[in-house]
């Protein structure tokens, strides 16, 4: 199965016997041990783990919910050992709410660490927990009220100053992308997935960056109109290809426009004014370099306060920049595959070639099902599945309808949002 390497870890923990079984284990890659808070958010910083397993008495002078939050902004999971805390107390609430979600009490033994490391908690898992996402209040503070969400990745200004006086809460905002190098299934999981998640409240963004087959912006309605005309219409219609070699970082905010059920899009746009795709540099790495910052124009959109979610639509070929780009850049990428054999050697090929490359996200496989067939092996640690309905979906195309609209699909769907994104 790939990526099965040992998950590159970073230990922060008291007990020096412990920490030596956790070296020991064979599904562990351990970058560094620290001894103190600020050891450990430098090792951090420098090597960015996978994993950080920390003790809630690491000495230093930070309490345990600020080194969680440290963490968790330089995208680190954590597994937090919680030692004698009680599971109803305010520190538990506040790790919640920055969805530190593996929390382990005592007693706990180094086995109980790595299956919690290989078999990740979910919000789900904290269903009798009232969640804080600005953690316990200062000592002889009043606590601030109490929101049911989780925040991290990114930044918003909380206007009553709850909590923590600061002002500044974590909001929730992965970066996912959807690929496929034969292109199965991908444009219709990245629309459901969209589409989806803008359902379940979530400020959703999509980026089609396929930009050989824009299917998608058939869906969204994309007018075939030239560049001139797009400009006379407030950049309605305005993609990727549509501005060719004008196009700019700092023009994509003004692109991204809702063209349908609640999801801000990004088209790739159309070749009537460029002769293929563009270029975007002579050089793939300068390409690729662009690309980046035209996805980082996206990601930083105002999200006006909620938890969001950025998807990029990729190419079929990795080594196409723009594709290389959405998948470098992914904290999620997901591969929709139909189960077979063949299918399942290209991917296993192609992400041996991306780890060579230092593309290494989360891998998640999502398996389109057929009922009565047995489906290949797993290929990435994690793996999802929703039904694969060939007459519901063609029933829903028809009424140009994305099928997590329609009753079975909007559970489905929904349910594919809580377990990848925890939400």
Same mark, same amino acid.
């Given at each position: 199965m790939v990526p099965l390497k040992p998950v590159k870890t970073i230990l922060a923990v008291v007990d020096r016997e412990f920490e030596q079984s956790l070296m020991s284990a064979d599904e562990l890659d351990v970058l560094a041990t620290a001894y103190s808070q600020e050891d450990l958010l430098a090792e951090v910083t420098r090597r960015r783990p996978e994993v950080v397993v920390v003790s809630a008495d690491l000495q230093g002078s930070m309490d345990p919910w600020e080194v969680a939050r440290q963490l968790r902004t330089q995208n680190a999971r954590v597994v937090f050992l919680a030692g004698v805390i009680d599971r109803e107390s305010d520190l538990v609430a506040g790790l919640v709410g920055l969805a530190v979600y593996d929390i382990l009490f005592d007693p706990v033994t180094p086995d109980d660490v790595i299956h919690?490391?290989?078999?990740p908690a979910g919000l789900s898992d904290w269903a009798d @927990? @009232? @969640?804080?996402p600005t953690g316990p209040a200062p000592h002889g503070e009043p606590e601030g009220e109490r929101k049911n969400k989780f925040f991290f990745?990114?930044?918003r200004k909380d206007d009553n100053h709850n909590g923590r006086g600061n002002g500044t809460v974590f909001v929730s905002h992965p970066l996912v992308t959807i690929w496929n190098p034969s292109g199965r299934y991908k444009n219709t999981t990245a629309l459901n997935l969209a589409v989806a998640a803008a359902k379940a409240g979530l400020n959703t963004?999509?980026?089609n960056c396929d930009l050989m087959n824009p299917e998608l912006d058939v869906w969204f309605d994309i007018p075939q109109t030239s560049m001139e005309k797009v400009l006379q219409t407030a950049n309605h219609g305005a993609g990727i290809m549509t501005m060719g070699s004008k196009l700019k970082p700092e023009l994509v905010p003004n692109m991204l426009k809702i063209y349908g059920w609640g999801v801000y899009y990004l088209p790739a746009g159309n070749k009537l004014?460029?002769?293929?795709t563009p270029d975007l540099a002579e050089d793939p790495r300068d390409a690729v370099a662009f690309m980046e910052k035209v996805i980082l124009a996206v990601y930083q959109r105002n999200v006006k306060g909620k938890p969001a979610v950025t998807i990029i639509n990729a190419g079929t070929g990795f080594e196409y920049p723009p594709t290389f780009a959405a998948l470098k850049n992914a904290g999620i990428v997901v591969i929709p595959l139909a189960g077979e054999r063949q299918e399942a050697e290209i991917v296993k090929r192609q992400l041996h070639e991306l780890a060579r490359l230092d593309v290494e996200p989360q891998w998640v496989e999502l398996l389109w099902e057929l009922d009565g067939t047995k489906p290949s092996k797993r290929i990435c640690r994690k793996r999802l599945s929703v039904t694969a309905d060939p007459e519901g979906y063609l029933q829903a195309s028809h009424r140009r309808r994305p099928y997590c609209l329609t009753d079975r699909g909007s @559970?489905?769907?929904?349910e594919i949002i809580n377990k990848l994104l925890g939400w």
């Open positions: 919690s490391i290989m078999n @927990v @009232v @969640v804080n990745w990114g930044k963004a999509l980026v004014d460029n002769l293929g @559970v489905e769907w929904r």
